[in-house]
């Protein structure tokens, strides 16, 4: 089986120890950045199936980060789960050209069925 790579961008340490541990345990590989500059690099390395993006998240921030990678011919299809505490999450995700969003906070139900709506079940 081809395990399936999840790539989380957010500058929030215990949101990304819960997803890896989430993920992880749901059969994905996954990897998580704190920073958005090196998205090109990042996505490079790793080969990720998917994305999630913090909106809030240092250097360059989401939407720019997502717009960087909708612009490389390489990765433009890598679907990108935007996520935000902002109460105008919809927005900000189709200015990032997003395919999906979540707002925070969330229940991690509905993001393990996102999730799975671009991955398929990976158990």
Same mark, same amino acid.
């Given at each position: 089986?081809?395990?399936?790579? =999840? ?19 749901? !059969? ?21 199936h998917?994305? %999630?993006?913090?909106?809030? =998240?240092?250097?360059?921030? !989401? ?5 960087l %990678? ?8 890598i ?12 927005? %900000? ?17 509905? %993001? ?12």
């Amino acid at each position: 089986m081809n395990t399936k790579r =999840i790539l989380i961008f957010d500058d929030d340490k215990s949101i990304l120890d819960v997803f890896t541990i989430i993920f992880s345990e749901n !059969g994905y590989e996954v990897e998580v950045s704190e920073t958005s500059h090196n998205i090109i690099e990042r996505v490079t390395d790793f080969r990720p199936h998917l994305i %999630l993006m913090d909106n809030w =998240i240092p250097d360059i921030g !989401g939407i720019e980060a997502v717009k960087l %990678l909708r612009n490389h011919s390489e990765f433009k299809d890598i679907p990108v789960i935007y996520i935000s505490a902002n109460s105008d999450i919809n927005t %900000l995700a189709k200015k990032a050209e997003a395919d999906d969003y979540l707002a925070k906070p969330f229940e991690l139900q509905i %993001l393990e069925k996102k999730v799975e709506k671009f991955l398929g079940a990976n158990y």
